[in-house]
């Protein structure tokens, strides 16, 4: 069983709107709904699992509803971190997933997953254990000089970085028993810390899959724009 658990437990402070940012309506359906969407659509996932903003599950199980989102079977609560929430979510699948189930984690605010994306980040965690979505990194990254902030004398190769988001898979197991270490022994679940962080923290090896620019993540009300630019998009037919 391959399982996707989104993650939407934030209030979307940085959008600046009176409702969180994942259940803004663009186009008359929220933000959410069309991330739940991909996952719907996508023949390898069996079952997703939302960790909902509390106040919001209800409002969430109706959206559900109304556009057929048939593959939602639990909403659990959040925590106060994403660390946290993340945690909720794994935790509660503890007695619903087997060893070898693959649990796909991704942002509930990322509505543009593209299915080959999905794709290859399950067929990979199948084969290795996890997967990261990942891109190769296209500009310069210099290093602030320390005696001096508004100079460099150095930089890293952009060839040695990759920049990752999520969707991002993992062998259930290993991933129920990261989050209980992590959590005992207080690594890798403070700050900005997510699940493929942790895991570096814990001594695992990644494995990257493949990513999409397309594959934004709304924070602004800019952010919205260019959503709303993607959805309105044609492609050129004479593009290869």
Known sequence: MNVAIIIAAGSGNRMGQDIPKQFINVYDKPVLIYTLESFQRHPMVDAIEVVCLDGWHEVLWAYAHQFNITKLKWVVSGGNTGQESIRNGVYNLEDK????????????IRPLVDATVLTDVIQKAKQYGNAVTSLPYNEQIFIVNSEDDSTT?????????????????YQFKKLDWAYHE???????????????????????????AAGSDKNIKLTTKDDLELFKGYLNMDKDTWLK
């Open 182 to 208: 992590a959590f005992e022994k207080e690594i890798g679940i403070y700050g900005s810390a997510y699940t493929n962080t942790m895991m570096v923290e814990l001594g695992e090896t990644l494995h990257f």
């Open 153 to 169: 004398k150095a930089y890293i190769p952009r060839e040695t970085l990759r920049r990752v988001s999520t969707p991002q898979a």
């Open 97 to 108: 997933a087997g060893d070898d189930d693959i649990v796909i984690i991704h942002d509930g």
